[in-house]
């Protein structure tokens, strides 16, 4: 059993920097992929990028390919979502997620087995 844990979340101005944390409890935090999605409103939630148990190996949407990083520190049972040049569009709930196992491409939320409460992002223009 794993609990994950989201912080970090909060009102940024456009453009502005965010970096979000996973503190996931339990056993053999290194052994899970850890995901990071995102629902706005009146939307549904969607993928934002995840990481592989090493984090060796992640995949990200391509809404946020090259302005969002994902890292892991597995010392410190601890994922990140690092967020740059945020836009107004990237106003959401962010979840964090996690699953058993060494995959990388794991862009479905039925792909994870645990999930956090989610932590907000706003981004003003």
């Known amino acids: 059993q794993v609990q994950v844990v989201e912080s970090g979340g909060g009102l940024v101005q456009a453009g502005g920097s965010l970096r979000l944390s996973c503190a996931a409890s339990g056993r053999f935090f290194s052994s899970y992929a850890m995901g990071w999605f995102r629902q706005a409103p009146g939307k549904e939630r969607e993928f934002v990028g995840n990481?592989?148990?090493?984090?060796?190996?992640?995949n990200y949407a391509n809404s946020v390919k090259g302005r969002f990083t994902i890292s892991r520190d597995n010392a410190k049972n601890t994922a990140y979502l690092q967020m740059n040049s945020l836009k107004p569009e990237d106003t959401a709930v962010y979840y964090c997620?996690?699953?058993?196992?060494?995959?990388?491409?794991?862009?479905?939320?039925?792909?994870?087995?645990?999930w956090g409460q989610g932590t907000q992002v706003t981004v003003s223009s």
């Open positions: 990481i592989n148990w090493s984090g060796t190996g992640t």
């Open positions: 997620a996690a699953v058993a196992g060494l995959g990388t491409r794991l862009p479905r939320e039925s792909d994870y087995q645990y």
